[in-house]
């Protein structure tokens, strides 16, 4: 799981993609994800900077930078890549 602000956890094997919310293009998935009752809002009010889309069509909003939840991303993948090798071991 990593974290996405507020306490809001993503599962890592179900994420995506991690987008910036500014573009034309992304603001249309959101519209779109709420009209099809597919959208998480995570921003607790605040400004949506980042825009997760999961495997399940769920888009997710998060109010943190996607650089800093890509960075945590790959910070819990080398996490888990690890204790995997120690498993193996």
Known sequence: MVNIGYGNMVSLSKLVSITSA???????IISEAKDRGKLIDATYG???RA???MDSDH???ASMQPDTIATRYELEMKDYELNAEEKDD
């Open 46 to 48: 605040r400004k949506t």
């Open 51 to 53: 825009v997760l889309i």
């Open 59 to 61: 888009v997710i909003l």
């Open 22 to 28: 500014e573009s034309a293009p992304m603001k249309r």
